[in-house]
């Protein structure tokens, strides 16, 4: 079936620091998604994507719809301790199917 | 909108024990959907459902899983007998479909511990 490959697999960085994530996949994509999931809690979605090339800000995250339609980047600037969660990148395949492929997810530690 | 609720939220029951897990989506989202999480295989999806009808059950893993959406206002998933391999998060989600690009949302999730 259809995989998407998220990495890193997790993160540990000093409050402050800039932070960066990514999703890619063997098959195109017509909607990239990135939820944020708090512990004990569902995930939520941050943003996002609808075309190849876009790129979408929420605050201090910024996301990007890559060109070839196969991948996907998610940056967080300037990270705070309530950041810290499992990130997960979804997308989205051509067809008019409803169903999401998730990445595994990015667990992100901040250090105060 | 309260969002998709789910219940309960933690369940404790013994192998072999039936347990039944409860979803509430959000009105006027057409579409739901089960998913299991666990820290091997992450988020996995068991089913889902268009209009109450299941489309894709291709993700239930046995036949001791069972699902059923009887209205547009709730669902359920049954596990019958269940098994310590069977603990882990059922979500629960529901989405507006592909005539609105919004993605899912999640409801809390039920915490699922066989002993």
């Known amino acids: 079936g259809q995989q998407l490959n998220q990495s890193p697999q997790s993160m540990f960085i000093q409050e402050g620091e800039d932070v960066s994530m990514n999703c890619t996949s063997s098959?195109?994509?017509?909607?990239w998604l990135w939820y944020k999931q708090d512990p004990g809690e569902g995930p939520v979605l941050l943003i996002a994507?609808?075309?190849?090339?876009e790129l979408t800000s929420n605050g201090r995250l910024t996301a990007q719809f890559g060109i070839t339609r196969k991948d996907s980047f998610l940056n967080i600037s300037a990270s705070i301790p309530s950041d810290v969660g499992i990130y997960f990148c979804a997308g989205r395949t051509q067809g008019g199917s409803e169903k999401l492929v998730f990445g595994k997810g990015t667990k992100l530690t901040v250090n105060p | 909108d309260a969002g998709v609720i789910q219940s309960p939220r933690h369940e404790v029951t013994e192998m072999g024990q039936e347990v039944t897990l409860r979803c509430k989506p959000i009105?006027?989202?057409?579409?739901l959907f089960w998913y299991r999480q666990t820290m091997m295989r992450g988020l996995e999806l068991l089913i889902y459902?268009?209009?109450?009808?299941?489309?894709?059950d291709s993700g239930m893993p046995e036949d001791r899983f069972s699902a059923k959406m009887p209205n547009a206002s709730f669902s359920t998933l049954k596990i019958q007998p269940s098994e310590p391999r069977d603990s882990a998060v059922y979500f629960c989600?529901?989405?507006?479909?592909?005539?609105?690009?919004?993605?899912?949302?999640f409801g809390s999730g039920t915490r699922l511990t066989v002993v």
């Open positions: 098959s195109i994509f017509n909607t």
């Open positions: 989600a529901s989405s507006f479909g592909p005539r609105r690009s919004d993605g899912y949302t």
């Open positions: 009105s006027g989202h057409d579409y």
């Open positions: 994507l609808y075309k190849a090339g």
């Open positions: 459902f268009n209009n109450n009808v299941p489309i894709d």
